[in-house]
């Protein structure tokens, strides 16, 4: 694949090739534990392929252009909730403010200029996100209800991790716990650092006064996102686990689905509480290191029943002027994006041997915490409330520092 890559970019140089541990972690695992079929192999090697290639072009554009890496993104906003919790439309509803630089999927897809491509002409990288968009319609047409993916569209920065082969996104693809679990006991300040770097390249091509950024990915590496991301404000959703974990294990079941004709509904079910525990846990430690001024929280019900006034509280929080334009671009967005119009995604969680009692218990310590609500109680009133004053009864109820 290295060598592909190569033959591919007509380059060599990686620069520094610490990235190599970890693709080799991730290849093995594929080999002994994803039990891919001949479709899905293809596509995984394409996609590792495709991310040798960026780091071969990046490479060369940065030698070429070093101010690429003096380049200032401003002020980040990074959307990091559990799976599920309507960061995709918290993120589209910033995303929708032109005065905000989002990462659409096209250039998640190719962050880097195409060897022929002229500066400022991406028209050939945006064939190339249609024509994956219409590719993943055809291999998972039922996807789009679960997850609407559009080229145009903003996507998360997870792509942008996965150039250094240390992200979420091999574990909920395929069935690879060894390289999950070897994961999560690395020191991911490199993986963040090039992050960064990809962000100055894009930034680079086309700026922005502030970046939108998402991905529950972050949620584990919170410590190192506010180390390493200068100027990044933390905006974390709530909503009832339950909700989250079933959807969530749907949409992993789907992904892996189509690389695999062997999907372990019980397997994801065990994998995903276990670790989507963990991203609270982690994220909740971060908080009590000394950092919750770093975090603006938004309740999913809230989020539900008045965007617009979410929104604004975020661009408060993170020191960004929440403009008449911007606001209008997200009443029109929420308006325009309404739930269900792709199809509605059905999910339960007896469909992965779980019950609400279970999922209760393991998440009971959240709950408590951030006072989320019952959805499975017949509740009346979706609203969960204050959730910006959240931030203030972490610091000073000591109950919320039990989990």
């Excluded at 960061?87 to 032109?98: E, G, Q």
């Amino acid at each position: 694949m290295i060598a592909a890559a190569r033959r591919k970019t007509g380059l060599n140089d990686f620069g520094d090739d610490w990235f190599l541990e970890p693709l080799n972690v991730l290849v093995n695992s594929i080999n002994e534990e994803a039990r891919l079929s001949p479709v899905g192999t293809a596509i995984q090697r394409s996609r590792i392929v495709s991310s040798l290639s960026t780091r071969l072009r990046a490479e060369r554009l940065i030698r070429k252009h070093p101010e690429i890496l003096e380049q200032d993104p401003g002020r980040i906003i990074l959307i990091a909730g559990l799976q599920r919790t309507a960061t995709t439309t918290l993120h589209r509803l910033i995303s929708a403010d032109p005065g905000i630089r989002k990462l659409s999927a096209w250039e998640a897809l190719n962050p880097v200029p195409l060897r022929g491509e002229k500066q400022g002409d991406p028209r050939r990288r945006i064939r190339l996100a249609k024509l994956a968009e219409k590719t993943i319609g055809f291999l998972a047409p039922d996807f789009a209800a679960i997850h609407p993916i559009r080229y145009d569209a903003p996507e998360e920065d997870v792509f942008l991790l996965d150039l250094s082969f240390m992200s979420q996104s091999p574990e909920a693809m395929m069935h690879v716990p060894g390289y999950a679990a070897w994961l999560e006991r690395q020191d991911h300040a490199r993986a963040y650092r090039y992050l960064l770097t990809m962000f100055k390249l894009l930034h680079w091509q086309r700026p922005g006064r502030n970046w939108v950024l998402k991905t529950p990915n972050h949620m584990e590496h919170l410590d190192v996102a506010l180390r390493v991301l200068p100027n990044t404000t933390v905006v974390q959703t709530h909503r009832d686990p339950k909700k989250a974990v079933a959807s969530f294990c749907s949409m992993v079941a789907h992904g892996r689905g189509i690389l695999s004709d062997h999907v372990d509904a019980g397997e994801i079910a065990r994998h995903w509480v276990r670790k989507m525990r963990r991203m609270l846990e982690r994220s909740m430690a971060v908080r009590n290191s000394g950092r919750a001024d770093a975090f603006v929280d938004v309740s999913y019900y809230d989020l539900v029943s008045n965007p617009i006034d979410e929104v604004r509280a975020i661009y408060g929080h993170a020191g960004i002027e929440f403009t008449g334009r911007a606001a209008s671009a997200a009443v029109a967005l929420a308006a325009r994006d309404v739930k269900d119009r792709h199809g509605r995604h059905v999910y339960s969680l007896s469909s992965f041997g779980l019950n609400a009692e279970r999922v209760d218990r393991q998440f009971a310590f959240y709950t408590r915490a951030f006072r989320i609500p019952d959805e499975g109680a017949g509740m009346t009133d979706m609203r969960q409330g204050p959730a910006r004053r959240i931030r203030e009864r972490w610091q000073t109820d000591p109950e919320t520092t039990a989990g």
